[in-house]
């Protein structure tokens, strides 16, 4: 699916990652812009609210979280560069209140957005995952899903 608007060209491809479960994802994101002589931006936005089924030991779940997003967006960042050696790609591990926010901003400053369609295990049909769904509303650029 492609979202359309008018906009003057930012030359930036944008991709959410959450894990390796998306370098596919990054890799259809890495060939558009490679097509579009645009740069890659991925974007690894995580909230903390999604990690804390419960409150002990908060400060050690922070820093595990945070240095997981951070080691998934690093190696999937690697295989690209290895792939992609002519392409400029830059990843950005950020968190948020709300990783959907985070991109809808983010697409602000993209030609466009690539996101992985997460469908939630437990829902029928084929439904897209909360953040895919967001961006297809509120996102500032063309959307393109990609599926799992």
Same mark, same amino acid.
Request: aromatic letters at 4%; one cysteine or more; glycine letters at 6%.
């Given at each position: ?5 008018e ?10 990652? #959450?894990?390796?479960?998306d370098?596919?994802?990054? #890799?259809?994101?890495?060939t558009? =812009? ?9 974007l ?11 409150? %002990? ?11 997981? =997003?951070?080691? =998934? ?8 560069r ?17 990783? %959907? ?15 992985? =369609?997460?469908?939630?295990?437990h ?7 909360r ?18």
């Amino acid at each position: 699916m492609v979202q359309s608007s008018e906009q003057p060209a930012k030359g930036v491809v944008l991709v959410g990652v #959450r894990d390796e479960d998306d370098l596919p994802a990054v #890799r259809f994101a890495a060939t558009l =812009a490679g097509r579009r002589k645009a740069s890659l931006r991925l974007l690894s936005a995580w909230t903390l609210l999604r990690y804390l089924e419960s409150a %002990a030991p908060v400060v050690q779940a922070v820093r595990e979280v945070a240095e997981a =997003a951070a080691a =998934a967006s690093t190696r999937i960042l690697g295989e690209v560069r290895e792939e992609f050696p002519d392409l400029t790609v830059g990843d950005d591990v950020v968190q948020v209140p709300s990783p %959907a926010g985070a991109l809808v901003e983010a697409s602000g400053h993209a030609d466009l957005l690539v996101v992985g =369609a997460r469908k939630h295990p437990h829902a029928p049909g084929t439904s897209l995952g909360r953040v895919a769904h967001a961006m297809l509303h509120h996102a500032h650029c063309p959307v393109a899903v990609f599926p799992r």
